[in-house]
T-cell receptor, first 112, second 114 residues
């Protein structure tokens, strides 16, 4: 089976940097995704990692270590609009190309 | 290009009834997946359809079913509704290319069972 752990809630200050961690245990691994979901809205894609290392995309970066079953999402220069839930999801060989196993998400609150 | 659309956006049903939700994927996308989102369980995969065939199914009872039409539009049906079926139902579409790992979510249908 699969298991994903993320902190339930985090709070950070506008302009700061925050790191949201995700650990996973899975049989078979074929990529890790991060999604952002504002309250009442659909999740939107942020990043995808399938190889070890850091992927940078503007203010957002995502890191993966497959040997440790660990990923993090780094948000720099936090803005109030970054207040949202951040969902970590893994894709495994068994679930198929479009079927992701999601963690319960980390609710980030950005304060002035 | 229009995004993923879902209808209806909100629905209230009573226990024992059945419900059908609809999803229209992004034009050209042939894969549609359905997810259930609840506060306690988060996002859980229901099933995926590709070219009118169910390709994968999550761990949900047989009361949950779906289908896909030749134009890639998809419907999911829940029979004999239970209170615990109250949730946000999201569909996501993806193009079928080899590097097309990103799926696009619709706004969801919020189902309330009373």
């Amino acid at each position: 089976g699969q298991n994903i752990d993320q902190p339930t809630e985090m709070t950070a200050t506008e302009g700061a940097i925050v790191q949201i961690n995700c650990t996973y245990q899975t049989s078979g691994f074929n990529g890790l995704f991060w999604y952002q979901q504002h309250a009442g809205e659909a999740p939107t894609f942020l990043s995808y990692n399938v190889l070890d290392g850091l992927e940078e995309k503007g203010r957002f970066s995502s890191f993966l270590s497959r040997s440790k079953g660990y990923s993090y999402l780094l948000l720099k220069e936090l803005q109030m609009k970054d207040s949202a839930s951040y969902l970590c999801a893994v894709r495994t060989d068994q679930t198929g190309a479009n079927n992701l196993f999601f963690g319960t998400g980390t609710r980030l609150t950005v304060i002035p | 290009k229009a995004g993923v659309t879902q209808t209806p956006r909100y629905l209230i049903k009573t226990r024992g009834q059945q419900v059908t939700l609809s999803c229209s994927p992004i034009s050209g996308h042939r894969s549609v997946s359905w997810y259930q989102q609840t506060p306690g369980q988060g996002l859980q995969f229901l099933f995926e359809y590709f070219s009118e065939t169910q390709r994968n199914k999550g761990n949900f009872p047989g009361r949950f079913s779906g289908r896909q039409f030749s134009n890639s539009r998809s419907e999911m049906n829940v029979s004999t509704l239970e209170l615990g079926d109250s949730a946000l139902y999201l569909c996501a579409s993806r193009s079928a290319g080899g590097s097309a790992y990103e799926q696009y979510f619709g706004p969801g249908t919020r189902l309330t069972v009373t």
